[in-house]
């Protein structure tokens, strides 16, 4: 399975919403989608799993959504930190393993 | 808290070999799954392999088979990838990272640890 993210960059200003999207080569459970945010210099943070569900203190600003093939993560009320890169991520079952999409990049404009 | 901390990043040359090491704590390491993601610099994050909690199950990405071993002691709360024949474009940070609980499912990657970096150059 291929998770192809757009836009690879997204220019915005604190405040603003972000939709981010990742879509997969072929239809997948949204049982095994996760969106994580990157900061320079530190490891990747967990932000959804299951499409939609909000990791441990994930503030409510970040929703994930979508099925098959199209998914969404939304960022409302863009705050300073949430400039990152942002990657969605699957889980195949059989045989297990995990891709990762490209990545985008969120920039203040 | 879960406290994840890899080991054994150095520089190597092309068709070396290396053993990494993760020391977890914070958790029942017996009953999860663990990964190892890579990251090249300035690149994406790439998933490398996983490995069941209890050793019976082991699984690579395509680039690293034949290469790459991972192996655990549930004993020792370690994690450890040893790394055979190494290429240029394994060059990464490489980070362990906790997987689920036995065969409850998948619900993402939540702890991850701080990475060890991987130079495989002449």
């Known amino acids: 399975i291929v998770l192809t993210q757009s836009p690879g960059t997204l220019s915005l200003t604190p405040g603003d919403s972000a939709t981010l999207s990742c879509r997969a080569s072929q239809s997948i459970s949204t049982s095994y989608l996760a969106w994580y945010l990157q900061t320079p210099g530190q490891a990747p943070r967990l932000l959804i799993y299951?499409?939609?569900y909000r990791a441990t203190g994930i503030p409510d600003r970040f929703s994930g959504s979508g099925s098959g093939t199209d998914f969404t993560l939304t960022i409302s009320g863009l705050e300073p930190e949430d400039f990152a890169v942002y990657y969605c991520q699957v889980y195949v079952v059989s045989p297990p393993g995990i891709t990762f999409g490209q990545g985008t990049r969120l920039d203040i404009k | 808290e879960v406290h994840l901390v890899e080991s054994g990043g150095v520089v190597v040359h092309p068709g070396g070999s290396l053993r990494l090491s993760c020391a977890a704590s914070g958790f029942i390491f017996d009953d999860f799954v663990m990964h190892w993601v890579r990251q090249s610099p300035g690149k994406g994050l790439e998933w490398v392999s996983l490995i069941s909690w209890d050793s019976s199950y082991t699984y690579y990405v395509d680039s690293v088979k034949g290469r790459f071993t991972v192996s655990r002691d549930n004993s020792k709360s370690s994690l450890y990838l040893q790394l055979d024949s190494l290429r240029s474009e394994d060059t990464a940070l490489y980070h362990c990272v906790k997987g689920a609980y036995r065969n409850t499912g998948f619900y993402g990657l939540a702890s991850w640890g701080p990475g060890t970096l991987v130079t495989v150059s002449s």
């Open positions: 299951g499409a939609s």
